[in-house]
């Protein structure tokens, strides 16, 4: 059974940080790709940022230069370091494996909530 469990999250104001972290089960980590994706009010899930099982990563223009993600495959862990925060960045933000077709419709979790006050 795939569970992947985000924490992290929390009210931040403008400009600060938040590191966001994913454990995950289940699931050969080393393997697979993994994205994190957030959810605004509103809108649509997005795809934020995404690792491949050999470290390569790609970002949202919304977010590059801002947020880094990475990967502890001896802790099953996926990260999401994230600065310079505006609150446009303000949403649910989940974490998920990658595949060529997308997210895995059944992976999803709670989420962590980020709050970004002006």
């Known amino acids: 059974q795939v569970q992947l469990v985000e924490s992290g999250g929390g009210l931040v104001q403008a400009g600060g940080s938040l590191r966001l972290s994913c454990a995950a089960s289940?699931?050969?980590?080393?393997?697979?790709?993994m994205g994190w994706y957030r959810q605004a009010p509103g809108k649509q899930r997005e795809l934020v940022a995404t690792i491949t099982s050999g470290g390569s990563t790609t970002y949202a223009d919304s977010v590059k230069g801002r947020f880094t993600i990475s990967r502890d495959n001896a802790k099953n862990t996926v990260y999401l370091q994230m600065n310079s925060l505006n609150p446009e960045d303000t949403a649910v933000y989940y974490c998920?494996?990658?595949?060529?077709?997308?997210?895995?419709?059944?992976?999803w979790g709670q989420g962590t909530q980020v709050t970004v006050s002006s």
């Open positions: 998920n494996v990658k595949t060529v077709y997308g997210a895995d419709p059944r992976y």
């Open positions: 289940g699931i050969i980590f080393r393997l697979v790709a």
